[in-house]
């Protein structure tokens, strides 16, 4: 390498890391802000107004019914107006850095961290992970837009998301592989670098400020849990099912309440979902169904539940957090997954242990890990976040065999959805995990070409001759009068066929069985359908089936290597 050559080098590298350096900076003072808030409003809902109205009927303080409530109140004229503010945010940063080029709004990140504070301080049983990640991810796409190189945004949104979720949980190695796993759908070498650089820094921001990191306990650091195998693989699909179930109830939930929204006021459904998960967390108020969650799932690994109260926390927590996501609060499903898994898996030792030996703390870690990558079809981050956070690999066996079996009996039922991407499926969004990642990453309506030749299904087929000879052009998109897409005709469709035959409509010699696109489905959903229908040109059609637009193999093939450039920064 020459001294040139060297130089370059070395500058390109000190300007990626300086970009991660400022992305983790950025995304962990979000996280710190945000988590921060979350106290204040935590203590002053469970302080100053729970005392206000606290009334106890046989032992049952009534007054936690109304916390949630005065949060609805609070935040409804925020989610009325801005609907992304509901749920998670994740779904929403996926949309962002693969739809929209990596631009999520920062006026977003300052309501989502409003919204969600007040969510979980007034008792929303939600977790903090997602929504930090999506404020990482919007503040980072603000100081993305004012870089030199705007290819780069998608990337340094990213690495504000995994920053966000490392500061949240003070797990630099697994919000780096949320942000790979989730976002990127598996791992490009050359975006590790900077996306664990921005995780490592953001989880160094709230460890400077806060000084504790989260951290689960661990009693038998040295036990051996290889005779436990066959049981945390039955663990491992059981969590899997029911993993995949609780996301279908989820969405089935919001549609109930969806509806109930367009015949009645926005804030009705907010408040019966905060009726609800008070009702429910006046009977748990201390074991974890209120807020986040960690100490339940403390007290759990401790071995301080009985099977009863187990399996009624997981029932609880599962109820009150499809309440709060479904009607409408801003939280994430991140803390309550690991609440919910956790409470599961613990349970499950508990009857193993009933005959045969077991350690439940190792259950209890597995039953964290299983649920948590059976709903969002992410093992490796769970496997990573599990040992930073208990400060032990004796449970990596078992946390790793119960989270990948977990994934593998969730993705049989979700064929490659998973509990944020179903989310955009339904707004007509469609990414899979699994797939090739860079033409998923490629919307249809970016490579497209909307000056479209066409012809009218009435018109005679020699003048689909005339067009090809003068384009070049082998397939053309056959419409109705209404510019409707009816068929698709090329060169072998009119070779061979005499003058007389040439006079016929085209109407006659089109292929009707073809294949379309949307401009909202990805190049390689294109690129699927032109191979398995054998079509050299795909029509891109609006809702009602009009032609506005067409994709060609040339067109999926340029911007393959454009998405490939675009991965390097500089």
């Known amino acids: 390498m020459d001294e040139w050559s060297l130089q370059r080098y070395v500058r390109r590298w000190a300007i990626l890391l300086g970009i991660a350096s400022l992305a983790g900076l950025v995304g962990g003072l979000g996280a710190l802000i945000f988590r921060v808030l979350i106290n204040a409003f935590t203590g002053f809902f469970f302080g100053p107004v729970l005392n206000r109205i606290s009334y106890s009927v046989s032992g049952i303080n009534l007054g936690y019914i109304l916390l949630p409530v005065f949060g609805a109140m609070l935040i409804a004229p925020m989610v009325k107006r801005y609907p ?30 409003l919204a969600t504070a007040i969510s979980i301080g007034a008792g929303g049983p939600l977790g903090r992970e997602g929504p930090a990640a999506f404020i990482g991810a919007a503040l980072d796409s603000a100081l993305a837009e004012r870089l030199p190189k705007p290819q780069a945004r998608k990337l340094i949104t990213t690495c504000g998301l995994a920053a966000g979720i490392a500061g949240t949980f003070n797990t630099p190695l697994a919000g780096a592989m949320f942000a790979l ?27 400077v400020v806060l000084h504790h990191p989260v951290r689960f306990p661990v009693l038998n650091p040295n036990i051996s849990v290889v005779r436990g195998i066959p049981f945390y693989f039955m663990l491992g699909m059981f969590l899997g099912v029911v993993g995949y179930a609780y996301t279908k109830a989820l969405y089935r939930a919001t549609d109930f309440f969806d509806g109930l929204s367009k015949r009645y006021p926005f804030e009705l459904r907010l408040v019966l979902g905060a009726v609800g ?48 996501i ?27 242990s009933h005959f045969a030996p077991a350690n439940v703390e190792a259950y209890a870690l597995a039953g964290m890990a299983g649920f948590f990558a059976a709903a969002t079809q992410a093992p490796l981050t769970q496997i990573i976040m599990i040992t930073e956070m208990s400060g032990s690999y004796a449970y990596s066996p078992a946390v790793a065999l119960t989270s990948v079996v977990a994934f593998v009996t969730a993705r049989a039922f979700f064929k490659g ?68 897409v009816v068929g698709i005709i090329g060169v072998p469709d009119i070779l061979g066929k005499s003058t007389a035959i040439k006079k016929l409509p085209v109407g006659r010699f089109m292929r009707k069985n073809f294949a379309v696109v949307t401009p909202k489905e990805t190049a390689q959903d294109a690129l699927d359908k032109i191979l398995l229908n054998d079509q050299n040109l795909l029509p891109v059609v609006d809702d009602e089936g009009k032609l506005i637009g067409v994709v060609t193999k040339k067109d999926i093939y340029r911007a393959y ?10």
């Not at 989730?182 to 070498?189: D, E, K, L, N, W």
């Open 84 to 113: 992304e503010l509901r749920g998670n945010g994740v779904p929403e940063v996926i949309e962002g850095i693969i739809f929209k080029s990596g631009k999520i709004g920062a006026k977003l990140a300052f309501l989502k961290t």
């Open 181 to 207: 796993e989730v976002i990127y759908m598996g791992a490009i070498t050359i975006n590790l670098v900077p996306i664990f650089i921005s995780a490592i820094i953001g989880n160094a921001i709230t460890l």
């Open 277 to 324: 998960i008070g009702i429910i967390g006046m009977f748990f108020p201390h074991d974890g169904v209120f807020g986040i969650g960690f100490n339940g799932i403390r007290d759990a690994i401790l071995g301080k539940f009985t099977l009863e109260m187990l399996l009624m926390l997981a029932v609880a927590k599962m109820t009150a957090t499809l309440l709060a």
């Open 326 to 352: 479904s009607s409408g609060f801003s939280g994430g499903i991140f803390a309550p997954s690991l609440f919910i898994g956790t409470m599961l898996g613990s349970a499950f030792g508990t009857v193993v």
């Open 417 to 484: 959805s998973s509990v944020y991407t179903i989310k955009l499926e339904r707004k007509g969004i469609r990414i899979k995990t699994g797939r090739p990642l860079i033409l998923e990453t490629i919307a249809v309506h970016e490579i497209m070409s909307t000056t479209v030749v066409k012809i009218n299904a009435k018109r005679p087929l020699m003048e689909v001759e005339k067009i090809i000879a003068s384009t070049g052009h082998d397939f053309l998109p056959v419409v109705d009068d209404e510019g409707h």
């Open 561 to 570: 290597y454009h998405a490939i450039e675009a991965i390097y920064l500089w």
